[in-house]
């Protein structure tokens, strides 16, 4: 189904193009020439295989001494097995690290913050690339953009003012996407399936048993107590996690859901624009906050160009 793009709106500036350092030509030559070299080295050897298969298991010498001797075996060529594991969504703690730009217009920080941080965050955004993203390389682009944004490069997980000033108050960005209004923490909640809190007091004080929230911008207020308490989302990175793929699958627009569907359209500024425009309510389709997504968006191309390019 098509999706207009239209009221995202398309910013007027972005960052000047990356400049092509020599280590993004040395990236390059080596993913262009390294599966080269690989398939010339395979074409050579490509008369041994039939040779390989063709031989009897009491011609090697372990098979014979394990249950396996003797029977007909399935064998597969190397590179299938190559082919697989690069398809594997889960990040390392040092490639999330590389995520996580030393320099852009909002954040700073060295490579050693950038590996500590990393080394807290990355099994559970891996979690969520593997179960809501399905591994594809071009939604995980995506959702790194928005979550370094959101969490001011992973530095934190809930949003610097706690609520104060804004309508839903206790109620704040909490997660890798900042989760925010008692509506979405409803929806977690039935989601997840979370235990009511009862009314004993909740971490948050504007939160009691008989007070009242706008359950969503220009809703109604209504009652929370005696619903789960939302720091929850914030103390357990489970949590963090699941949230945010529930969040990303679950936003509505244009007729459908789940944000999947605008991110395998590609990378083009509108549609970075776009999407920040579904996580952030449209506070962020300006120059700024839209170039700064883009500008990650680019970031993570360079570092992943070549094995988007094939899957």
């Not at 995506?142 to 953009?145: E, G, Q, S, Y």
């Given at each position: 189904?098509?999706?207009?793009?239209?009221?995202?709106?398309?910013?007027?500036?972005?960052?000047?193009?990356?400049?092509?350092?020599?280590w993004?030509?040395?990236?390059?030559?080596?993913?262009?020439?390294?599966?080269?070299?690989?398939?010339?080295?395979?074409?050579?050897?490509a008369?041994?295989?039939?040779?390989?298969?063709?031989?009897?298991?009491?011609?090697?010498?372990?098979?014979?001494?394990?249950?396996?001797?003797?029977?007909?075996?399935?064998?597969?060529?190397?590179?299938a097995?190559?082919?697989?594991?690069?398809?594997?969504?889960?990040?390392?703690?040092?490639?999330?690290?590389?995520?996580?730009?030393?320099?852009?217009?909002?954040?700073?920080l060295?490579?050693?913050?950038?590996q500590?941080?990393?080394?807290?965050?990355?099994?559970?955004?891996?979690?969520?690339?593997?179960?809501?993203?399905?591994?594809?390389?071009?939604?995980?682009l995506?959702?790194?953009?928005q979550?370094?944004?959101?969490?001011?490069?992973?530095?934190?997980?809930?949003?610097?003012?706690l609520?104060?000033?804004?309508?839903?108050?206790?109620?704040?960005?909490?997660?890798?996407?900042?989760?925010?209004?008692?509506?979405?923490?409803?929806?977690?909640?039935?989601?997840?399936?979370?235990?009511?809190?009862?009314?004993?007091?909740?971490?948050?004080?504007?939160?009691?048993?008989?007070?009242?929230?706008?359950?969503?911008?220009?809703?109604?207020?209504?009652?929370?107590?005696?619903?789960y308490?939302?720091?929850?989302?914030?103390?357990?990175?489970?949590?963090?996690?699941?949230?945010?793929?529930?969040?990303?699958?679950?936003?509505?627009?244009?007729?459908?859901?789940?944000?999947?569907?605008?991110a395998?359209?590609?990378?083009?500024?509108?549609?970075?624009?776009?999407?920040?425009?579904l996580?952030?309510?449209?506070?962020?389709?300006?120059?700024?906050?839209?170039?700064?997504?883009?500008?990650?968006?680019?970031?993570?191309?360079?570092?992943?160009?070549?094995?988007?390019?094939?899957?």
């Open positions: 189904m098509p999706i207009d793009l239209s009221p995202a709106g398309r910013p007027s500036a972005y960052p000047r193009r990356m400049r092509f350092w020599p993004a030509l040395t990236r390059f030559v080596c993913n262009v020439f390294g599966p080269l070299i690989v398939l010339c080295l395979a074409e050579r050897s008369g041994k295989w039939p040779q390989f298969l063709e031989l009897d298991c009491r011609d090697t010498e372990l098979l014979d001494k394990t249950s396996l001797g003797g029977q007909k075996l399935w064998y597969f060529h190397p590179l097995f190559i082919r697989h594991f690069r398809r594997c969504g889960w990040l390392s703690a040092k490639e999330l690290a590389r995520c996580l730009p030393r320099s852009s217009a909002s954040v700073s060295s490579w050693e913050l950038a500590q941080r990393a080394l807290t965050h990355y099994r559970f955004i891996s979690r969520v690339n593997l179960k809501y993203l399905n591994s594809r390389p071009l939604r995980l995506h959702f790194l953009a979550t370094y944004i959101e969490t001011g490069g992973l530095r934190t997980i809930t949003e610097d003012s609520g104060h000033g804004h309508a839903y108050g206790p109620f704040y960005g909490r997660g890798y996407l900042q989760l925010t209004w008692p509506k979405n923490y409803e929806a977690y909640k039935n989601y997840q399936h979370i235990p009511d809190h009862g009314f004993s007091p909740y971490t948050d004080p504007r939160i009691t048993s008989t007070s009242t929230h706008p359950w969503a911008d220009g809703d109604d207020a209504k009652r929370w107590a005696p619903l308490d939302p720091e929850v989302i914030a103390r357990d990175l489970v949590h963090a996690a699941e949230s945010s793929g529930m969040y990303w699958l679950a936003k509505s627009f244009r007729g459908t859901y789940n944000i999947n569907r605008a395998d359209l590609g990378a083009s500024p509108a549609l970075v624009g776009f999407i920040s425009w996580i952030n309510g449209g506070a962020t389709v300006t120059p700024i906050g839209s170039s700064s997504r883009y500008y990650l968006i680019t970031h993570y191309w360079m570092e992943w160009g070549m094995f988007l390019m094939k899957y």
